[in-house]
């Protein structure tokens, strides 16, 4: 994505990066390693401190601009800079209720597993001998039976999430399966992937 911006404007990404990670850091060191991950109010501390922190500064640039005569010219996406602090919270709020979705939606289909579902997965973890320049794939259920399914395995495999995401939902040339090779996953296998992150995502169409 292209960042488009006018004076200043470029450090807004930089101020948020900054406060996320120290937080973080400061989190885990204070209360133990995983705290920041692992409690939901975290996540809003460090929204409210980011967002009061572009606040100020976008009063303070423009501001001292105006006062000057000058045109107010600090700005993020055309948006001045103080007004990402209120379009923070709602960004973070949004991607939030997304993530909410996609987890109840996983849910649903690890709870009732389909033929033609598709895992999509990191797959160094998960099996031997990959590329670990392009470790993204997917499976595809060929069959459900009462202790797992039967899954085959794309064809092409990915250096970015993105690139199997964009095969599988486009149906293209290089969302092929390898159809004559498959393997069983017990449900508590799967259930164990989707805990650990590796397997990232669940389609089913």
């Known amino acids: 994505m292209l960042i488009i911006w006018r004076g200043l404007g470029w450090l807004v990404p930089v101020l948020v990066a900054v ?71 709602l960004l973070v709020g949004g991607l939030e209720y997304a993530e909410g979705q996609k987890e109840d939606r996983m849910a649903t289909y690890l709870a009732q597993p389909q033929v033609g579902d598709h895992y999509l997965l ?24 009462n202790s797992g399914v039967k899954v085959v395995l794309s064809e092409y495999q990915f250096d970015q999430r993105a690139g199997i995401r964009e095969a599988i939902r486009e149906q293209n040339e290089n969302s092929g399966f390898a159809e004559e090779s498959s393997f069983h996953f017990g449900f508590d296998e799967i259930e164990a992937l989707v805990a650990d992150e590796e397997i990232f995502d669940i389609q089913r169409f």
Not at 122 to 128: A, K, Q
């Open 19 to 89: 406060v996320f990670v120290g937080m973080q850091l400061l989190l885990n060191s204070l209360f133990g390693e995983g705290t920041y991950r692992a409690e939901g109010w975290s996540l809003w501390l460090t929204v409210g401190i980011a967002s009061v922190l572009i606040g100020f500064f976008g009063l303070l640039v423009n501001q001292r601009d105006g006062e000057e005569g000058h045109r107010r010219s600090h700005a993020l996406f055309f948006i001045p800079v103080q007004y990402w602090a209120l379009l923070l919270p």
């Open 122 to 145: 990191d797959l160094r973890n998960v099996f031997d001998d990959v590329d670990g320049e392009f470790p993204y794939g997917a499976m595809k259920v060929v069959a459900v039976n």
